[in-house]
């Protein structure tokens, strides 16, 4: 069975700042990760993905994440945030085979302050 | 390309009822999700849909709950005898069969909120 523990429920920055979101997963197979972001009130956006090759990955709005399969860690980076970064941020994880359900961790509250 | 998109967003509904939600996913995608999101937590998997073929249900998904994909378009999600339990944030989403990276890449709806009173 697959799990995600994603480690600060919340994390509260001041603009410009930059910023880590630590997210750590259990598999007993290999995975494909993914980082998606929820503003109020409306669904889950895909920010950046992870199925092979470097492990360091870009995605959009200026994040990047790094795989580390040693560590079974997927952190999600932002250099500078903005207040519009302002959002609920969710680690997923799949098996890799097209068509499988993501499990989700409970998500991390990102709060950027002037 | 006009996005998955969720009807009703909201659905205030009295406990003992039956609700309804549809889901469109995107046009050229041929598999659907359904996901539930209660507060303070992220979307638990419920149902999966490879065109009309409903191939995983999760066993979140109790016999209130049954979900369609009647024409390989567009699904529904209903709840019979809905209980306060069962308010929480339903999501759809797709994903395409193209292959490739792209396959993985599911796409999400804004949701039906649905609070049972």
């Known amino acids: 069975a697959q799990s995600v523990t994603q480690l600060d429920s919340q994390v509260p920055v001041f603009e410009e700042a930059p910023v880590e979101l630590r997210c750590n997963y259990s598999?007993?197979?290999?995975?494909?990760l993914f980082w998606y972001v929820q503003y109020p009130n409306q669904g889950l956006q895909l920010l950046l993905k992870y199925l092979s090759g470097s492990t360091l990955v870009k995605g959009i709005n200026g994040f990047e994440a790094e795989f580390n399969k040693s560590q079974t860690s997927f952190h999600l980076r932002k250099p500078s945030v903005h207040i519009s970064d302002t959002a609920e941020y969710f680690c997923?994880?799949?098996?890799?085979?097209?068509?499988?359900?993501?499990?989700f961790g409970k998500g991390t509250t990102l709060s950027v302050s002037s | 390309d006009t996005g998955v998109s969720q009807d009703p967003r909201h659905k205030i509904t009295k406990r003992g009822q039956n609700v309804t939600f549809r889901c469109d996913p995107i046009?050229?995608?041929?598999?659907l999700y359904w996901y539930r999101q209660t507060l303070g937590q992220g979307p638990e998997f419920l149902t999966y849909f490879q065109n009309e073929a409903q191939l995983e249900k999760s066993r979140l998904l109790s016999d209130r709950f049954s979900a369609e994909r009647p024409k390989g378009s567009f699904s529904t999600l209903e709840i019979q005898r809905t209980e306060q339990g069962d308010s929480a944030m339903y999501l759809c989403?797709?994903?395409?069969?193209?292959?490739?990276?792209?396959?993985?890449?599911?796409?999400f709806g804004p949701g039906t909120r649905l609070t049972v009173t």
């Open positions: 598999s007993s197979v290999s995975v494909y």
């Open positions: 989403a797709s994903s395409s069969r193209t292959g490739g990276e792209s396959s993985y890449e599911q796409y």
């Open positions: 997923a994880v799949t098996h890799p085979q097209a068509g499988t359900a993501l499990i």
């Open positions: 046009s050229e995608h041929n598999r």
